[in-house]
T-cell receptor, first 116, second 114 residues
Framework: DTEVTQTPKHLVMGMTNKKSLKCEQHMGHRAMYWYKQKAKKPPELMFVYSYEKLSINESVPSRFSPECPNSSLLNLHLHALQPEDSALYLC???????????????FGEGSRLTVL | GDSVTQMEGPVTLSEEAFLTINCTYTATGYPSLFWYVQYPGEGLQLLLKATKADDKGSNKGFEATYRKETTSFHLEKGSVQVSDSAVYFCALSGLTGGGNKLTFGTGTQLKVEL
């Protein structure tokens, strides 16, 4: 199983809503990532969890709150978002830094978020 | 810091034409190099990779060789198909204390016409 599964695929929310994006992998990877991708741009790193601990936060606004309940799951909680937060949110996973690691990331299909 | 420069698009080719998308990088140490492809409305898929100098990555008719002397990882395909139409991202991976940090190029959109 070499898949990273993201739900939902599409999400529309108002600026006062609270919603969550979910990501799951069963490849035994110990690092998981959230990226944000705007149209016609490369993905931008938001957060990295390494061995279930938050290891990188790229100065992301607090209206985005990540959570890693266990080594297979990664959530991104959304609250009081702005229209400019509309984007494709990509989850990825990789081998942990203490494991045999080729540097490769495995990406999910993404969750397309629209903030009204 | 690390950086990746790839040729601007969009690139429009006729089916069966030869494809080259240039990619050069700046990095400390010896990063792994990747080409990812993104089809319309989808996430990123790894197309090919190379983990050390002179390695050649290949997949689905695409090839790229890790050239340390020219710090390049150009993507080539001898005969493109309409189904190859997508955005192609060159990337390098740096291992940090927190995980693999991918640095992407800006992406090159490829359109293949009949």
């Amino acid at each position: 199983d070499t898949e990273v599964t993201q739900t939902p695929k599409h999400l529309v929310m108002g600026m006062t809503n609270k919603k969550s994006l979910k990501c799951e992998q069963h490849m035994g990877h110990r690092a998981m990532y959230w990226y944000k991708q705007k149209a016609k741009k490369p993905p931008e790193l938001m957060f990295v969890y390494s061995y279930e601990k938050l290891s990188i936060n790229e100065s992301v606004p607090s209206r985005f709150s990540p959570e890693c309940p266990n080594s297979s799951l990664l959530n991104l909680h959304l609250h009081a978002l702005q229209p400019e937060d509309s984007a494709l949110y990509l989850c990825a996973s990789s081998q942990g830094i203490r494991d045999s690691n080729t540097g490769e990331l495995f990406f999910g299909e993404g969750s397309r978020l629209t903030v009204l | 810091g690390d950086s990746v420069t790839q040729m601007e698009g969009p690139v429009t080719l006729s089916e069966e034409a030869f494809l080259t998308i240039n990619c050069t990088y700046t990095a400390t140490g010896y990063p792994s190099l990747f080409w990812y492809v993104q089809y319309p409305g989808e996430g990123l898929q790894l197309l090919l990779k190379a983990t050390k100098a002179d390695d050649k990555g290949s997949n689905k008719g695409f090839e790229a060789t890790y050239r340390k002397e020219t710090t390049s990882f150009h993507l080539e395909k001898g005969s493109v198909q309409v189904s190859d139409s997508a955005v192609y991202f060159c990337a390098l991976s740096g291992l940090t204390g927190g995980g693999n940090k991918l640095t992407f190029g800006t992406g090159t959109q490829l359109k293949v016409e009949l």
